[in-house]
């Protein structure tokens, strides 16, 4: 805007063009990985086609083959079947455009627009992955992003290196600024909720659990959360991370609710506040404080130790002493917990949750039935018929395995309690609460995650997709839910220390996962370390919000007014400042004139007040005779500054005396002023 | 409405008026300028623009995912902005501009300004623009990269022109400096009042039948018969030191062993004049521009000429330095010395 009709050169170089294409391809390539196929192919043939344009072999593409390309770019999209309004769509339309402009970018203007889309693909990128290796590649994008960046101002094409040099140095000087607003810049909780499903949604427990689900999901060696507990942390077999209550059976598979009950509505149907739940619980026991940090699951689910009585966090209770998140968690959450493990639940059982406790599938299933109806015969009590069961298990021929029979769809319960035998804790789990409800005992299935594993070097407990678990929880009288692990008594070192120990025997430990770190016992030092410095980077950086900041904030400089805030942040900013000056070498004092010559320009403004005006023609001699002449008071004066001057000026000797010369002809100056 | 259009025109000039006795008073003509906090000037461009919404779009984003890789991204953008305002500052702190000469030209020609640019050894200058608007631009660069060509590549010599339209002195206008360096998002910008001018001579426009018919024409052919006649031959003398060894008569020198030299008529009091009170023209542009072609002519056919104003008066001679002496005093005539600038 100030600089028109100033003729420049607006073209951008060829070392800039070449800055652009280095950066379409960094900010490209991790989102690749989550994109459609075909869009990837789109993409490649354009940054194809730029090189061949840039090397001068191909022209710029016609308008015809621009709409080609552009119908190209939508097939892809359309063959996907993302969603319209998903983060894969986002993404890839936002990359699409970034394609297409890269593609003509001849201009500044052009490739200013490149490089500020580039950087918001690197934001999106951080929506995908947000592990350390992701940040780390997302500062990599930032420096090229920012050379392009100055590559594109340049009119002449200058080396990569001083380029990346300046790029880097620039980035660094930010770093102060950067970290004091990422620490102190008020951060906001969402206004609004404007979440793009992400399709490459983790695994995890889901609220429809088949007795296969669990030893699929025990396949996995993802992260499902980690916890730090304040204070002593319990021991293995206490640790059951209750998640769902399956309450309903449809004779193969356990649900929250009847299938009657719109799936969608259940997470709402499951809040309640804080008032309403405690009414049902009779406070006793030790109170457990922890903090966890969900990974995100694309589910609402959430894990804790049963019951919850406080959450300091973006999360709601559940009627069932569990915890919700308020929307399904496409981000990491981090919550902190109090939970009460030897708290009553629901002394009185109200007649709705009784009702689901005690649902049974009206067919099949004839032969445990009337195992049940054996056993009750020979029990006098509901708790010797429960000891009864779980007997069974234990001394009959149960065997604990990741490979399961298949079972028959109507009769799955006789297929594995009275046929097979052979399980995983899901089987377990779900005959043990039927044989509960044929007794009349209310019952229902836990899924969750048990145990975990310790992390030394970081001191915390990391809980794995493979510790995935399931159990039960049977109400008695006076005792209230009372969990039961029929697991336990097939395979205790499932619940002593982890399901590596139980399938030893089998070797069926992540057995799809060959390279998987987890089953070498070697590596664990160099996995925990490893993990150890992810869960800092989760919790101090990814986990930095609202809540930490006031708390880190309370920390430093106590309670904050409005004034106090406003003088902090004047002093840190004046600090950047001050160090920016320093670091830049903007503080260093310059002599702009030599002092002669201010003294020169002086004497002429002072000539110039008694009317005569140096023009810009006149030599210093001729202007001091001209001044002389007219000036006769001043005459000695004038001709003696201009000895002085000049002599200083073209003398070389004069130059080693420069101070006493200055002396005198301040003494002039002073002299002519005094003359009025 | 001619009204309203009116007085926004004069609000308008008055303001740019202000503006400019103030810069005069922030930029007083001098031979050499140091620019600093006083005389730099920091304005964000339309990238600037762009890039402060592309952060506000980031930040609700992070404030939309609570992802704090993306507040981190935002934020560093930000910072960016804020540091690019003391890197291009310190880009353009401490460049002097000095002036060292001004070609003279004709009216309707360019003016040529020679400036010399330099900074301080331990500083480098990139991609720094000095010129004025709609005429010339130059980009400089002082740093080591550049020192291949270069003595010293913290000094370096430019020049720049500047269309003319009237003869007399042109005191060049006050240059504008900008550099955008390095990264587009600010841009500095500062001005360099120096105390240098140019001479522009008077157009040179031929008129026909100017030249008075008596005094000039015969005057003229004359002259070029004196001229010619200046090569005649009229005698020989002794030789004296500074003659042209073209002019030493070779024969006398064969018979005598002495030098000798061919002397010539001396038709001085005949020269060439070029008059004013000659030309049968009305004004003083015109006069001037035509005395200017004369003296053009003169210079092209290597005459003996001399000039007469009403003011000043050149004895005829021939050559470079005469040529020049007379075109000033053409451009200078009528003109005081505060017209002059």
Known sequence: ?676 | MPNSANSTRTYASHKSRKLNSWLKNRFPDTTEITLGLRTIFIIPTMTTVALSLTVMLLFLMGINFQNSLIFGLSFWLLALIVISIFFTYRNLSGLSVKSIQASPCFAGEKAVFELQLSCPSDQNKSSIFIGWKDEDLAEVNLHQEESSQHNNPHTQRIKLSHSTSQRGYFKAPRLSIFSRYPIGLIISWSYAALDIQSIVFPEPILQKNADNGIGKDDQAEQGKDIANGSTDFSGIREYQTGDSPKQIHWGTYAKTGELHTKSFIDYASNDLWLEWSNLKLQGVEPKLSHLSARVLECHQLQLIYGLKLPTTTLQPNNGEAHKIACLTALALYGLDSKQRN
């Not at chain 1, 109200?350 to 009206?362: D, E, G, M, T, Y």
Request: with cysteine; net charge positive.
């Open chain 1, 1 to 676: 805007m100030f600089t028109k009709g100033f003729p420049q050169n607006k073209n951008i170089t060829h070392s800039a063009m070449l800055w652009l294409i280095v950066v379409q391809i960094v900010v490209t390539l991790p989102l690749m990985f989550y994109l459609p196929f075909l869009l990837v192919l789109v993409l490649i043939f354009s940054t194809v086609w730029r090189i061949r344009m840039i090397q001068g072999r191909l022209s710029q593409p016609n308008n015809v083959i621009k709409v080609v390309m552009a119908g190209l770019g939508f097939a892809a999209l359309a063959s996907s079947g993302l969603p319209t309004a998903s983060l894969d769509m986002m993404a890839s339309l936002l990359l699409l455009g970034f394609a297409y402009k890269a593609l003509e970018a001849f201009q500044q203007r052009d490739g200013v627009v490149v490089i500020l889309t580039g950087y918001i693909l690197v934001a999106v990128q951080f929506l995908y992955s947000q592990t350390m290796l992701a940040a780390l590649y997302g500062i990599f994008s930032l420096t090229a992003l920012t050379s392009a960046m100055i590559a594109i101002q340049h009119t002449k094409s200058i080396a990569i290196k001083p380029n990346l040099k300046l790029a880097t140095a620039m980035l660094l000087t930010c770093l102060p600024l950067m970290i004091t607003l990422f620490l102190f810049a008020p951060r906001f909780s969402p206004l609004w909720s404007f979440s793009l499903p992400n399709n490459h949604a983790k695994t995890g427990i889901t609220n429809r659990i088949t007795p296969g689900d669990i030893a699929n999901l025990s396949q996995s060696d993802e992260l499902a959360f980690r916890v730090t507990f304040a204070g002593e942390h319990p021991p293995q077999n206490k640790l059951y991370w209750r998640g769902l209550v399956l309450n309903h059976f449809d004779g193969s598979t356990w649900t929250q609710f009847p299938d009657e009950l719109l799936p969608e509505s259940i997470p709402f149907r499951l809040y309640v506040n804080k008032h309403d739940l405690l009414s049902h619980l009779t406070r006793k026991g030790y109170a457990q404080q922890y903090e966890i940090i969900y990974e995100k699951s694309a589910q609402p689910w959430l894990f804790a130790l049963s019951p919850v009585v406080n959450i300091e966090g973006d999360a709601t209770y559940s009627s069932d002493f569990g915890i919700i998140a308020k929307q399904n968690l496409f981000e990491p959450l981090l919550l902190k917990l109090t939970s009460l493990p030897k708290a009553l639940r629901e002394a009185e059982l109200p007649h709705s949750v009784r009702k689901l406790a005690l649902q049974l599938p009206k067919t099949g299933n004839k032969k445990s039935q009337a195992l049940a109806n054996r056993l009750l015969q020979t029990t006098s009590s509901q708790q010797d018929y429960i000891q009864q069961v779980l007997n069974l298990f234990k001394e009959e021929d149960y065997y604990y395995t990741l490979h399961p029979p298949k079972l028959e769809h109507e009769n799955s319960i006789d297929g594995f309690l009275i046929d097979s035998k052979k399980g995983f804790c899901a089987h377990y789990a779900g005959s043990f609460v039927y044989m509960m409800r044929l007794a009349g005992i209310p019952a229902r299935v836990i899924a969750g995650y048990q145990g975990g594993e310790w992390n030394e070097k970081g001191s915390y407990l990391a809980v794995h997709q493979y510790d995935a678990h399931a159990w039960t929880e049977v109400w008695l009288k006076d005792q209230g839910w009372v969990r039961l692990d029929p697991t336990a008594m097939v395979a205790p070192e499932r619940v002593e220390k982890n399901l590596q120990a139980a399938v030893k025997g089998e070797g069926s430990f992540l057995e799809k996962h060959m390279l998987s770190s987890a089953k070498y016992q070697w590596l664990s030092g160099l996995r925990k370390q490893l993990d150890a410095s992810q869960y800092k980077w989760r919790k101090l950086v990814l986990g930095y919000n609202e809540n930490t900041q006031s708390s880190l904030i309370k920390q430093l400089f106590g309670e904050i007014s409005a004034l106090k805030a406003a003088l902090i942040s004047l002093t840190i900013f004046t600090i950047i400042v001050v160090f920016w000056l320093i670091f830049l070498g903007l503080t260093k004092r310059r002599q702009h004139e030599a002092k002669e010559h201010q003294l020169y320009r002086l004497f002429c403004k002072l000539l110039e007040k008694r009317g005569i005006t140096r023009q810009p023609s006149q030599s210093p001699t001729e202007f001091s005779q001209l001044a002389a002449t007219q000036l006769p008071n001043l005459a000695t004066e004038i001709n003696r500054f201009s000895e002085l001057y000049t002599t200083l000026c073209y003398d070389p000797d004069a130059k080693s005396k420069t101070p006493t010369y200055i002396d005198d002809l301040k003494q002039v100056i002073k002299s002519i002023r005094r003359k009025k």
